[in-house]
């Protein structure tokens, strides 16, 4: 592999041979099998990012050295995995068959352990991650870093760990719990039932909780469990009233951060508020955080949610176009999000639907049975 030895002399003369230095190492990096070799080939592709940005060679050829590079660091990193190396470099006594010959370390392998750590995890990111990933920056135009790659490989993480202690706690009733692929339910008070989580197991709690002036201290209790079972910087975003709004956001904000209110409109909904003598045309989604709000780990997105559509089988049931959206545009896939108000399923069902995982509580006995009801439809 000289790729970047035949190319160096001339990388600056023209953007042909950049793309051309690209292509042939597009190539070569499909008949890259072992770790030496791998990490010799991210020192070249990192030599071409270089070079295209220094020889002016346009966003998009820039970036398609940047892509090749991240490329060469994914396949080191699964060649390394592959290879068991310990983070000293040898394989562990621990292996049921041991070579007669062993492995070379990552020193011998010219491989520093915090490049072998970074490209390990480039590799962990599930491909159909890494390649949505690389689009959309593509798409949006933004240059393509390791860095990115890394966060989300650090989210994915994060989200294995809390998972598995979340499994490790809850125990499964009988009559008032039930699960499917991908959501949970409890039945009950979700004072009571939502003690059997740990903390910090939840990315977001999206929830619809009664918002008249007897419920008041419900939002209390919710702020209170939230800043337990919230991950740091997991945010609280529930519908309420205009009405009380202060009195809410005064509640909230003894256990959380304020955030922002998103505005959902009501065409053709509207409620004639007597006490004010305006006709609302819209409610507020009041958002919290715990801790700073996230907006390193969030994109841009509007403060209008889609218009809701009256979709009542009960009194208090709400749209799920509003709160789908914000799901979306608050968290990623992969993510815990709890109701705990759950109704009659509505939320439960756009989670499971974005491919986020669904954790959620319900006191009544037949708005349980309903929910559990729709989320197995869903399931079919």
């Given at each position: ?35 030496r ?5 991210v ?20 970036n398609?050295a ?10 080191a ?5 592959a290879?068991?190396l ?8 621990t292996?049921?068959?041991v ?11 010219g ?18 991650r890494?390649e949505?990933h690389?689009?959309?920056q ?5 240059e ?6 890394l ?5 994915i993480a ?8 979340l ?10 719990y ?5 959501w949970?339910l ?14 910090g ?14 419920s ?12 337990r079972?919230?991950?740091p ?7 309420t ?9 005064e ?16 065409p053709g ?10 006709f ?7 958002t919290?955080s715990n801790g700073?709000?996230p907006?390193?780990?969030i994109?841009?997105?509007e ?5 809701s559509v009256m979709e009542?089988?009960?009194r208090w049931?709400?749209d799920?176009a509003?709160?789908a ?11 815990v999000?709890?109701?705990?108000f ?7 069902e756009?989670?499971?639907?974005l ?19 729709r ?6």
């Amino acid at each position: 592999m000289n790729v970047v030895d035949d190319w160096l002399p001339v990388a600056h003369e023209s953007r042909i041979d950049v793309m051309a230095a690209i292509e042939r190492a597009r190539t070569e990096l499909q008949r890259v099998e072992d770790p030496r070799e791998a990490a010799v080939f991210v020192a070249q592709t990192e030599a071409i990012r270089y070079l295209a940005e220094k020889a002016y060679a346009g966003h998009e050829v820039q970036n398609q050295a940047a892509e090749l590079a991240l490329r060469a660091k994914r396949r080191a990193g699964e060649l390394l995995a592959a290879s068991e190396l310990s983070r000293g470099g040898r394989p562990s006594e621990t292996m049921d068959i041991v070579s007669p010959v062993s492995p070379p370390t990552l020193d011998e392998l010219g491989i520093q352990p915090k490049d072998s750590q970074r490209w390990q995890a480039v590799a962990s990111v599930p491909e159909d991650r890494f390649e949505q990933h690389l689009a959309e920056q593509q798409t949006a135009g933004r240059e393509l870093t390791t860095a990115s790659v890394l966060a989300i490989a650090k989210h994915i993480a994060a989200q294995r760990a809390r998972k598995s202690e979340l499994n490790a706690r809850l125990i499964e009733p009988i009559d008032d719990y039930a699960e499917g692929p991908g959501w949970r339910l409890f039945g009950g008070d979700f004072r009571d039932r939502l003690s059997l989580l740990p903390d910090g197991c939840i990315d977001a709690i999206v929830t619809d909780p009664p918002y008249n002036a007897d419920s008041l201290p419900l939002w209390g209790d919710l702020a209170k469990h939230a800043a337990r079972l919230l991950k740091p910087q997991g945010l609280l975003v529930a519908l309420t009233g205009q009405v009380m709004l202060p009195l809410v956001i005064e509640q909230v904000a003894v256990h959380l951060s304020y955030g922002w209110v998103y505005c959902q409109p009501m065409p053709g909904q509207n409620s004639r508020i007597l006490g004010r003598h305006v006709f609302q045309t819209w409610k507020p989604w009041v958002t919290f955080s715990n801790g700073a709000w996230p907006s390193g780990s969030i994109g841009w997105h509007e403060d209008t949610t889609p218009a809701s559509v009256m979709e009542k089988s009960y009194r208090w049931q709400q749209d799920s176009a509003p709160a789908a959206y914000l799901i979306e545009s608050l968290t990623q896939v992969g993510d815990v999000i709890c109701d705990p108000f759950v109704g009659v399923g509505s939320y439960g069902e756009a989670v499971v639907g974005l491919e986020r995982e669904f954790i959620g509580c319900e006191a009544d006995s037949g708005r349980f049975a309903k929910a559990v009801e729709r989320l197995r439809s869903q399931d079919a």
